[in-house]
């Protein structure tokens, strides 16, 4: 399995860093993951097949997750896509997205490709589910499954012991790291975590690498304090994802 990050940045993106979004390839099936910015021209700079990818997860209904979505169908539409497309989401953010591509007068039985809402995705070889988070809205982290690995992604989640219970199991941890834990009281209460609390629930889950993202660079006093606050928790690898670099997991 591969994954690549369109964007690793929270809310506030940076000159070169989007909103957190990111892909996952397993034998040639592509699943993207919350759609920010223009989806289609990170589909191109990471060589993702616009046309045949298979799957969009989307983990809730906040502009910084979902405010591209409407844009890539549009794009989609007049790119000649044909294939279904799949989207993956808990009822409440399907119920908005809906509400969304009304008040932009975007029919989804108009579109010259079939979508289709799931709450989980599978394939021969790969699946996907979601599981609750804890945020200021109804969210879901995203489990993927192959027969190889097991990844758990959390998208937007305040610190608890269900997030390192889903991941138990799992080599491979994703986890925001929304602020410095410094400043927990005030982005915790939004329902974020800190980059020690990715690194406590790293440890506790007992996956053996952890990816950071979500993260507000302008809270941390530099780079290298990203990863660091983590490894004050997790021993285990600390990955802060170059955007558009693919990763083997
Ligand atoms: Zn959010
Ligand atoms: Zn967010």
Redesign the pocket.
């Known amino acids: 399995m591969k994954i690549v990050f369109f964007g690793t940045s929270?809310?506030v993106p940076t000159a070169e860093n989007s909103?957190?979004s990111l892909c996952i390839e397993h034998d040639n099936v592509y699943i993207l993951i919350d759609s920010v910015g223009h989806p289609l021209q990170s589909l191109f700079k990471a060589k993702v097949p616009a046309l045949s990818f298979s799957a969009v997860i989307l983990t809730?209904f906040?502009p910084?997750?979902v405010s591209g979505f409407p844009p890539l169908l549009q794009a989609l539409d007049l790119l000649g896509r044909k294939k279904e497309l799949v989207i993956v989401s808990n009822d409440f953010t399907r119920d908005k997205v809906l509400k969304l591509l009304d008040l932009l007068k975007m029919q989804p039985g108009l579109l010259g490709f079939p979508l289709r809402f799931e709450d989980v995705f599978s394939s021969s070889e790969l699946e996907i589910s979601l599981k609750p988070g804890h945020?200021s809205i109804p969210t879901s982290m995203v489990l993927i499954k192959n027969n190889l690995s097991r990844i758990l992604y959390t998208?937007?989640t305040h610190y608890s012991r269900d997030v390192s219970e889903a991941a138990s199991g799992c080599s491979v941890l994703i986890h925001?790291a929304?602020c410095p834990h410094s400043k927990i009281g005030r982005f915790g209460k939004d329902g974020?975590s800190s980059s020690l609390q990715a690194g406590i629930t790293a440890s506790e889950s007992g996956v053996s690498t952890l990816f950071l993202c979500?993260v507000c660079t302008h809270l941390f006093s530099d780079s290298a304090s990203i990863t660091e606050e983590a490894k004050k928790a997790f021993n285990g690898r600390i990955i802060f994802p170059d955007v558009y670099k693919w990763y083997q997991i």
């Open positions: 929270c809310a909103s957190t809730h906040h910084d997750h945020h998208s937007d925001e929304t974020h979500h």
